[in-house]
């Protein structure tokens, strides 16, 4: 349920308004934006009684949402939500790169890596320290030494920092060193770890899980913002079919569909979601024309020798060529790039 | 396998090549490119004898494709092939849209559509006169006098038609009729109607199977090519998959796959890719960007009334929009757009 | 809209029931059964005014029949149709096994693996004279010449033939040598094929296309009963979806969803629905279990040598294997089988 | 890499090689089974040197292991694992039956189904305590209070219980109460909690991830038993297709897959597999007929009342006569059930 306050209510209303709810047992999230402030609730299992909040000083409407979604959706919240990632905005007008290696695999690896990079306009830095892997016995990432040079990288570049984090136990370590802390796609529905990250308050960049229904994704979104963060960007990352002339099937029908649904940014990772290097560019511009926020890209200064999904990185010349392709099609779809 | 001439080779000596060829009880198919010419083999079971061949005057390679496609193969012809319909070219620098109602239902609706279509920079006018329907008790278009409409349609507008044929009795009347002969993703691999579409020597738009595998689908090309017509332009539609957030899930990395495979054009169909006219314009941008050679859209004045497929038509405004954005966009990818 | 007579409405009054139908421009289908008679009514596009019909002598009811399926539903025929091929009745208590190789390859081949599959007690014969290959330049089957062969095989051996029609052109040719004409999954929405073999009045095998909803696959068999044909049999063969440890994905729940919303028999083919030797004896006892009418099974005397799909074809010592186990299955089931 | 120990060789061969492995900073996992023991080596990143090993005593061979899989391999282990779960015994002759119902309601709830699926002759009781569910404000199981429910069902019934953890902090708490811990599809590449639920050495039961492919399933089940957990019971419990008449698509070809490339027990779940009531019989009759361990299955006395997935929980009745079923399928198949 929304409650819509009036363009002239003052704060003091929307704080009335607040206490009114929480004194029905129910959970009370003021969203100010441009024109007016709108007050979601939640914690309803039955019928809430509208008439009483109806009766307080400033209510314009109320809207009950019937989607299952409620803190991630357009109706909720009906502006564009831009994520401030430490003065990086996602969401906005900018179409913002997220760029590096699968893994961290060494401190000169991130560094040759990152000068690139960061010269050819990407502003966030990628790179896994907690690798999770199908195998038990394949690598698993360097860990806190990997987070501490993914820090090293954002002093020397100011570069944004965005990681994985992987289970319960070191979300706050990545908390701690990352600026975006990475939800993976096979951790779409681990709800514990979701509410975690939520806790943090920190960004969250969550992934479509491979099998994922466009509610489900948004749902799994949720779960963060009911901790009252709402600092959530999605990614599509490619789904599970059976077409095999490509490692995911990338379905970019998700961008327009989540910018219907919800107020929250979502960028796109045409990397996993073809894992093939010479489709990368190609799904980098067509996710832009559908509309994305921004990319996230693997990008490595030799592929053959990386220690994870080689066949995906972008070498560094074609990350250039890639950000000279997104700069001249920004023009003309009113955005800004690199 | 394929036979590539020296660039100073003759007319005189391909001719001699192919002579030598069917004499061995193969069959020549020679393919002239700007530099030189390819003569591709077809019909080889077993081993053949190259060094026959390579003993020709002219011939300078053999190289043994390994992949299933052969005719459709750019390793057969290295060079974009490039479909002349009755002067509309596709898959050259211009950028091709097809549009147009889903069915032919009046003279008078047509002409309204064609009309609008044509002044916003439609080249190719759609439009089903025969309709495979799920179910035998729905409309099944207007058949010949939908035709008459059609031919109607490109007298008056000087449109070029593209029109569904939907079995082996009919294909002949549909290719008296129209300039392509449209053949639909519930007959990708309907191979007597595909030798007949061949036979014709006509253009054919060839839907991608509901899922079909790329290999299937380009094999399904090399059906209409092995009847020496070489005038087969792709198309993706979308492809089915758990996704129920739109009626298929349009599979763009698709394109680059095929512009890499083979040397044909490929379109992209976002209005039977989506089944949703509010996802139409964004996916056209991004079929654009990620290298389609031209789109087939549904546009309909008056929706609401389609005998079929309303939901996802665009009203003759979304499509000036459309239109305006592909031009925008063309102009930055180096194409041209109506 | 089905018309339900009572049980005891004479003939004639059925007789006049079906002319007022017809009177009112409708078709009427007259389907006897044990207790009484149903009529079913297509051809209405808008409302039928029930009142005439219900003034009727002899009419006890009348259902509407919400879903897109008439023929085929179960609410249009409640009880289960059994199919007569020739004295082989698909449908009723009898598991019925059709078996042999993919392709006719020659007599002799035919010759063997008919004795061995008869003896075993398989009461109906398999093989294609017509492949639809994916290739045109792979063996396309022996034509006429296999559909001989297959008759010899019938008058030897009493074995009843199935055997696939590929396009309009040749399947009055297949319904001449054949006791029953399938219809392939590729061709599942080859609508003319559909009304073409329907109208042969021969029982048809209608198999689900690759990617096929049931509710596709019961109106594909809607087409085939339209022309006044009732004699079909459906067959589940596996559907494509990511999984990649078998060629396709048998989808047994579609043999209980069948059984409740349609009164048509359908059977099992494990041979395509896995693509595998080793897995078609644990999912012919799986289809057996779930309630399958009968199965079809690739056998072939020297697999390694077959000119398709061998390495799903069985021996001829596992399909004795295989017919034991279905014998014993059959006993705890309450049916008979070879 | 696998090393086989002649039948001959003594305890103290055995031994004696485990040392010289863990010498070399590789694992040893000793395998004893009735003719021979085997052992298993992990933790090889580069090649070992095999001399070292076939010149210890008692050696007859060394296997490499190609496959990603190594403890969960019939290669490694080739006799069929049986779980004992406090004298219930899975993967051997007996089929085991789980029933109960989805979530752990009430003590009342609990005794009535208990009573009825163990005088039915369930041997294991299934309920949710801690329920992963889509919506942060759905109905997230009634936690450890659920859980002394279950173990008063185990004291009163001698039920043995399987119960799901969700996360690392509660697996502990699931591992106290309960004699398996359930791994659910939405966490089966939740690797930490793989591992912890390995660490407990209790059998887990995993269960397939909706787009899992079986090397995907298998490398999970690898996980748990890294930590030297050898009780793991696998679970297919459908996966996700285009197909709309289910909810999910129960694939029993998994089974024979499962049983012929690993030692491990595997269990079907057709109610989550199905989601409908009325295919959970036929499709249990088809998963004990294609060769699994046994079934797990919802039961509810009132499924209208239930807080969770009452349309596929199968009332007492069901359950009876789906027992009797199983029993009477099971004479013929050589195993036992209930």
New interface residues.
């Given amino acids: 349920m929304l409650i819509v306050m009036a363009t002239k209510a003052t704060p003091k209303m929307v704080d009335e308004v607040c206490s009114v709810i929480e004194s029905m047992g129910l959970k009370a999230h003021p969203m100010p934006g441009a024109l007016r402030t709108a007050i979601g609730i939640?914690?309803n299992?039955s019928q809430v009684d509208s008439n009483i909040i109806l009766a307080q000083e400033g209510v314009r409407d109320i809207i009950h949402v019937t989607k299952?979604f409620?803190l991630v959706s357009r109706e909720f919240y009906p502006e564009n939500s831009i994520i401030d990632v430490d003065g990086v905005k996602i969401g906005g007008p900018e179409f913002v790169v997220m760029a590096g290696p699968c893994s961290v695999e060494s401190r000169e690896q991130c560094m040759i890596v990152a000068e690139h990079v960061h010269k050819a306009g990407a502003k966030i830095f990628r790179g896994g320290a907690f690798k999770?892997?199908?195998?038990?016995?394949s690598f698993q990432g360097l860990k806190e030494e990997g987070l501490k040079i993914l820090a090293e990288v954002r002093d020397k570049f100011g570069l944004k920092i965005v990681t994985e984090a992987?289970?319960?136990?070191t979300v706050n370590l990545v908390a701690d060193y990352s600026d975006i802390i990475q939800i993976g796609a096979?951790?779409m529905?681990?709800?514990?770890?979701l509410?975690k990250a939520g806790q943090t308050k920190k960004p969250v960049l969550l992934k479509r899980g491979?099998?994922a229904?466009?509610?489900?994704f948004l749902?799994a979104a949720?779960?963060i913002m009911?901790e009252d963060n709402p600092n959530v960007i999605l990614c599509e990352r490619g789904?599970?079919?059976?077409?095999?002339?490509?490692r995911n099937?990338?379905?970019?029908?998700?961008?327009?569909?989540v910018k219907?649904t919800s107020h929250l940014p979502i960028i796109s990772d045409p990397s996993h979601?073809?894992g093939v290097r010479?489709?990368v560019i190609?799904?980098s511009?067509?996710?832009?024309?559908?509309?994305a926020d921004g990319l996230i890209i693997e990008v490595h200064h030799d592929p053959a020798k990386a220690l994870s999904d080689g066949p995906q990185a972008l070498t560094p010349d074609m990350f250039d060529d890639l950000m000279n392709q997104m700069r001249?099609?920004a023009?003309?779809?009113d955005r800004e790039c690199g």
Same sequence: chains 1, 2, 3, 4.
């Fill in positions: 939640t914690g299992k299952p409620k999770p892997r199908t195998s038990p016995y992987v289970d319960t136990e096979r951790n529905q681990n709800y514990s770890l509410r491979m099998s229904t466009l509610e489900e749902m949720e779960y009911a789904v599970r079919t059976f077409a095999d002339h490509t099937t990338l379905d970019l029908s998700a961008i327009p569909f219907r979601g073809t010479h489709k190609p799904l511009r067509a996710s832009m024309a559908v509309g001249s099609i023009k003309v779809l």
